[in-house]
C-alpha cells in the first residue's frame, strides 16, 4: 500500500474543496492563465482569484510565475496523482462491491446487463 503524508492531503483535499478552486484547476488543465483570466469566470476581484490561487499553492496544485506585472499560474499535477493513489484504495473497494452484486443480481436470476460496448482499437470480437 502506497504511504501518503497526511498533512500533504489534508491540504490537497482542502484545496479542491471549493467549487470555485477545481474550476480554477480544470482551466489550468487546458493551459497557463493569467489571475485575471482565472478570476474572470467568477465575475470575483483579482484580491479575491489571488486568495484562491494561495490556497492552491500552498497545496502544490499551481505554480505562479511572475512575468513583469503579469503572474501567470500552471497546473502541478503531481499532487492530484498523490489524492488519486489514496482514493484508489476506495475505488478497488467499490468496484469489488459492485462486482458482488452484479453476480448476486445474475444469480437471483435478474436480466443481464447490457453487453459492454468494445474498447477502442478492437474490433469488438
Request: glycine share 8%; aromatic share 4%; charged share 25%.
Amino acid at each position: 500500500m502506497v504511504e501518503h503524508d497526511s498533512q500533504t492531503l489534508d491540504t490537497i483535499f482542502h484545496a479542491l474543496g471549493d467549487a470555485t478552486r477545481r474550476a480554477m484547476l480544470g482551466d489550468l488543465a487546458v493551459g497557463d492563465r493569467t489571475v485575471g483570466e482565472l478570476a474572470e469566470p467568477f465575475a470575483m476581484s483579482l484580491a479575491a482569484a489571488s486568495k484562491h490561487i494561495k490556497v492552491l499553492e500552498a497545496a502544490g496544485l499551481i505554480r505562479r510565475d511572475v512575468r513583469g506585472r503579469t503572474h501567470v499560474c500552471s497546473l502541478e499535477p503531481m499532487p492530484l496523482m498523490s489524492a488519486d493513489q489514496w482514493l484508489g484504495v476506495y475505488r478497488r473497494f467499490w468496484t469489488g462491491r459492485l462486482d458482488t452484486l452484479e453476480i448476486l443480481l445474475r444469480a437471483d436470476g435478474a436480466a443481464p446487463p447490457p453487453p459492454k460496448p468494445p474498447l477502442p482499437g478492437t474490433k469488438g470480437e
